[in-house]
């Protein structure tokens, strides 16, 4: 039997005049290449779980449009993808039902839109896929696969994740392989399209598993730069100390993503250092207290911790790991004022990296639901747009257009080539002190 898993996660603006800018901006092309060149974790670990007796082969479909037919012949297909390519996803799978092929369809967006995506497949993976790809495939076996299989409200316990197939993968083609060390994150911003809406509690995996799966990386790829792929790492101060206590042994290079907290603890950032940590992405969302106010679910968390985005800054990067310093445009409670605002910010905490985004209301998340019901949603069922940088939304204190026009200003000012290489230069003249300080 022949399984075919296929990732689809190209993403493509559609305003033409911020694509038309992308080309000439090198910081923000740059962060895109990184995104789409990640593969598909999650299928990746359901192949880890798939029986001998299927042969499997992992595809990447960047943009349906350069595909004529099928990109492979299967017995079952196996699809996921972003929300912004559901589309062109959901026309690949009618091409092999077509065929005769069975299709199977999960990940975020279809655990929280499951009708829309049961009229382009057999059957519909809803929450966790490690809770079910087991009895998925053995009713595939005797022609008896459900139209639903729903590990909603379940936990997968991570003690048991299978190792990821990264041998399916050819190394030379990416900039990083991913490895997830936890799942959920506690502070449930509303906006949020991740691991929140498929696992309901924030979970570790057991800190030789994942050693285990960087040392598999390793015999694959010799000098690997690894991204965990976590929503927030390192919330258990705790278990973090002990993982990279572990993971310094391994001598290689990573990037994730955590929260400013990490600069309140000397030794973790220690050990972050010495295990090699490149960057660390930490999402801001906002300079202003209005902006942040009321953002997470539960404890407004972020808007209270507002004074202390400049100190932390400085004390990670301070210690050799450059951040990479997120925003969200557009947020109720900001207006025009917002983009000079971050503007300034950014020069003045010489951030190494920025990335911006449009406020983009994912299905299923409260914001969807909340300007769903407040009647902001532009164009509903524009999946498409849900590309973090096209406007689906009526913001609070702007219109659509200063939005769309803040937006590229603050593009074009950040990711100038002289800016850019000005904040660099300052984090490489302040190690390069620091370094000679402690030999002198």
Same mark, same amino acid.
Not at 255 to 275: G, R, V
């Given at each position: 039997?022949?399984?075919? &898993? ?11 005049? &911020? ?9 923000? *092309? ?6 789409? +060149?990640?593969?598909?974790? $999650? &299928?990746?670990? &359901? #192949? $880890? ?28 297909? #196996?699809?996921? +993808? ?37 009229? =382009?497949?057999? @059957? *519909? ?8 790809? =087991?009895?998925? /495939? %053995? %009713?595939?076996?005797?022609? %008896? ?14 003690? !048991? ?15 990083? /392989? ?16 991740? +691991?929140?809406?498929? @696992?309901?509690?924030?979970? *570790? ?40 206590? !572990? ?15 990490? @600069? ?67 947020? %109720? ?24 985004? *449009? ?13 769903? +019901? ?26 659509? @257009?200063?939005?769309?026009?803040? /937006?590229?200003? /603050? ?5 100038? !080539? ?23």
């Amino acid at each position: 039997m022949t399984l075919g &898993l296929i990732a689809m996660s190209g993403v493509r603006v559609h305003n033409d005049e &911020l694509m038309a800018l992308g080309l000439t901006l090198p910081g923000f *092309v740059e962060r895109s290449e990184v995104i789409a +060149s990640l593969p598909s974790l $999650g &299928l990746l670990t &359901l #192949a $880890g779980m798939t029986p001998d007796d299927f042969d499997i082969r992992y595809l990447e479909v960047p943009d349906l449009e350069t595909v004529d037919g099928l990109p492979g012949a299967f017995d079952l297909v #196996a699809i996921s +993808s972003y929300t912004a390519q559901i589309k062109d996803a959901y026309r690949l799978a009618d091409r092999y039902r077509a065929a005769g092929t069975k299709v199977v369809v999960g990940g975020l967006h279809v655990t929280t839109m499951p009708f829309e995506a049961a009229k =382009h497949a057999d @059957s *519909v993976v809803l929450g966790e896929g490690e809770l079910l790809w =087991h009895e998925l /495939l %053995d %009713d595939f076996r005797h022609g %008896d696969l459900k139209p639903f299989y729903d590990g909603r409200g379940r936990s997968f316990n991570l003690a !048991e994740a299978p190792m990821p197939r990264y041998d399916l993968l050819d190394p030379r083609r990416y900039n990083r /392989l991913t490895v997830q060390t936890q799942r959920g994150c506690p502070h449930l911003c509303d906006f949020c399209a991740s +691991s929140i809406l498929i @696992s309901p509690h924030y979970k *570790v995996k057991p800190v030789e598993k994942v050693i285990a799966e960087v040392r598999r990386i390793k015999e694959l790829w010799k000098h690997p730069f690894i991204e965990f792929a976590d929503d927030n790492s390192f919330v258990d101060k705790a278990y973090a100390k002990a993982l990279l206590r !572990e993971l310094a042994k391994e001598k290689v290079r990573w990037f994730t993503e955590a929260d400013i907290s990490i @600069s309140e603890d000397p030794e973790l950032l220690n050990l972050m250092k010495e295990s090699g940590c490149a960057q660390v992405l930490i999402g801001l969302e906002s300079t202003s207290f209005s902006g942040l106010n009321g953002l997470e679910m539960h404890a407004n968390w972020k808007a209270k911790k507002l004074g202390e985005y400049r100190r932390a800054i400085k004390t990670i990067q301070n210690h050799g790991i450059t951040v990479n310093g997120c925003f969200v445009l557009g947020l %109720d409670g900001t207006g025009t004022d917002s983009f000079g605002a971050i503007y300034e910010f950014v020069k003045q905490t010489r951030l190494y990296e920025v990335q911006i985004t *449009v406020l983009t209301p994912f299905p299923g998340t409260p914001l969807y639901e909340r300007l769903e +019901s407040e009647g902001r949603i532009l164009n509903k069922g524009a999946w498409e747009l849900c590309t973090l940088f096209d406007v689906n939304f009526i913001p609070e204190k702007m219109t659509v @257009s200063e939005l769309e026009t803040g /937006l590229r200003t /603050l593009l074009r000012q950040l990711y100038s !080539e002289e800016f850019v290489q000005w904040r660099r230069q300052h984090f490489f003249d302040r190690q390069r002190r620091k370094m000679h300080a402690e030999i002198t």
